[in-house]
């Protein structure tokens, strides 16, 4: 594990630096969790990312060339600083600043205590539908805003449909009007695409289309495991 002298702790306790960082928009990027054997169980955001650092209760996992490093909170403050001062393009790093310093935003944390193994199935939520359809009506094929969507079901309840991935959709409030307690076919509707499980959490699959996210792909497996946001 990486341990660098800590040039920016200036008598402070990591745990009254952390809780004095302000509200950013860095602290709204995203955070792959992994437990204690690398085993990718959540997604979190970057202020609870940076409470779990200052607390020792994580690392930071960064990945570069194909293999990762560990680092505690102040060595990765360490290398954020000599981020900030040689490299030229941060278009691809998000950045918390506080009055002592700039830190970059892990992408990847690890928690020291915690070894449980992620929930295997996809929760089926609101958002998580309107992230596998991209919120996009699945009638119309136009996109809009969560507040402009609602959720159909593709088989009505009174004719039998049930909650589940295969018979609910995104759809427009025009759209679901249009439908009413019909089936697609009696309302002379088609769906764009025939709504599926999804095999690993929907809203990962949009943060891995982000470049920033790219180093998730090294600790998510299709096969193998599915991811819970909190």
């Known amino acids: 594990m990486h341990?660098?002298?800590n040039k920016l702790h200036r008598g402070v306790p990591p745990q009254a630096q952390a809780v004095a960082v302000p509200l950013h928009e860095g602290l709204g990027a995203k955070v792959l969790v992994l437990n204690k054997l690398y085993v990718a169980i959540r997604v979190t955001s970057a202020k609870r990312a940076f409470g779990l650092l200052a607390r020792e209760a994580a690392e930071v996992i960064?990945?570069?060339?194909?293999?990762?490093?560990?680092?505690?909170?102040?060595s990765w403050a360490e290398l954020s600083e000599l981020q900030a001062e040689f490299e030229e393009d941060h278009s691809h790093?998000?950045?918390v600043h506080t009055v002592s310093f700039d830190i970059v935003v892990p992408r990847i944390v690890r928690l020291l205590g915690y070894d449980r193994l992620p929930a295997q199935q996809v929760k089926l939520n609101r958002r998580n539908l309107f992230a596998r359809d991209g919120n996009q009506c699945q009638y119309c094929g136009h996109h809009f805003p969560t507040?402009?969507?609602s959720i159909d079901h593709v088989t009505p309840r009174a004719l039998g449909g049930g909650?589940?991935?295969i018979n609910l959709?995104?759809?427009c409030v025009r759209c679901n009007a249009r439908k009413g307690g019909r089936t697609p076919a009696q309302a002379h509707m088609q769906l764009i695409r025939s709504p599926v499980r999804p095999r690993r959490n929907p809203a990962v699959t949009l943060r891995l289309s982000n470049h920033k996210y790219a180093s998730w792909r090294t600790f998510l497996d299709d096969a193998y495991w599915s991811v819970e946001l909190r």
């Open 62 to 74: 960064h990945v570069e060339n194909g293999n990762y490093y560990n680092y505690d909170f102040w």
């Open 93 to 95: 790093l998000d950045w």
């Open 147 to 149: 507040s402009e969507l």
């Open 169 to 171: 959709v995104c759809s």
């Open 163 to 165: 909650d589940t991935w």
């Open 3 to 5: 341990r660098a002298p």
